[in-house]
């Protein structure tokens, strides 16, 4: 079946950039999400990318696609405290109407 | 403001005893879904509606109950027959069947005394 995978948590300063890294194995996917959850809250989607792209931005965030590795990146630009919560990475796999497959959530702790 | 609404916020079930998590949207959104969230792991797929009377299950389906009454509301039962169901519960929608930009609730933590 399909499996996506994450590291589990990540450390960064104010103000630094941060990468967090998703790995997927399912080659059909035709869209792939990074969605936001904050403490004790529901996710909120963040941004996603078609599988014929290999780069979108949009304002602070940059997503990078490898489709031939498999591996997808968020890179989150002057990370700030705010942007402290978990980051879900999700492919929609067969394309199975809304059969997303979620990762294990990386875990964003921005230092001062 | 439109959006999902989840309640109760935390939940305790007592053995043997049902409980049920309520989901209500006022998106006009047609398809709705209930997952599961155990601390590191991802999210899993419990239940999901793509319209009004109609449901499917999920991957871990097994010990849970839904209905879909009313294009707004999508109620989750949580059986005796769920052995482990510590958790946190999230409801969410999307637009239509095949749009995976998904809305959430803010979720309802569920405990077994």
């Known amino acids: 079946g399909e499996d996506v995978e994450q590291s589990l948590f990540l450390s960064v300063r104010e103000g630094d950039s941060s990468v967090i890294n998703c790995t997927y194995t399912?080659?059909?996917?035709?869209?792939l999400y990074w969605y936001k959850q904050e403490p004790g809250a529901g996710l909120q989607l963040l941004t996603y990318?078609?599988?014929?792209?290999d780069m979108k931005q949009d304002q602070r965030l940059t997503v990078l696609l490898n489709k031939k590795d498999k591996h997808l990146s968020l890179r989150i630009a002057d990370t700030q405290t705010g942007d402290s919560a978990i980051y879900f990475c999700?492919?929609?796999?067969?394309?199975?109407?809304?059969?997303?497959?979620f990762g294990t959530g990386t875990r964003l702790q921005v230092t001062l | 403001d439109g959006g999902i609404t989840q309640s109760p916020k935390y939940l305790f079930r007592k053995e043997g005893q049902n409980v049920t998590l309520s989901c209500e949207q006022n998106?006009?959104?047609?398809?709705m879904y209930w997952y599961r969230q155990d601390p590191g792991q991802g999210l899993r797929l419990i239940y999901y509606?793509?319209?009004?009377?109609?449901?499917q299950k999920g991957d871990i389906a097994e010990g849970y109950s839904v209905s879909r009454e009313k294009k707004e509301s999508f109620p989750l039962t949580v059986t005796s027959a769920q052995k482990n169901p510590t958790a946190f519960y999230l409801c969410?929608?999307?637009?239509?069947?095949?749009?995976?930009?998904?809305?959430f609730g803010s979720g309802t933590q569920l405990s077994v005394l």
């Open positions: 969410a929608s999307s637009i239509s069947r095949g749009d995976e930009k998904l809305f």
């Open positions: 399912d080659s059909s996917s035709t869209y």
């Open positions: 990318i078609f599988s014929n792209m």
């Open positions: 999700a492919e929609n796999g067969t394309g199975t109407a809304s059969k997303l497959t």
């Open positions: 998106l006009n959104h047609d398809a």
């Open positions: 509606s793509q319209i009004v009377n109609d449901f």
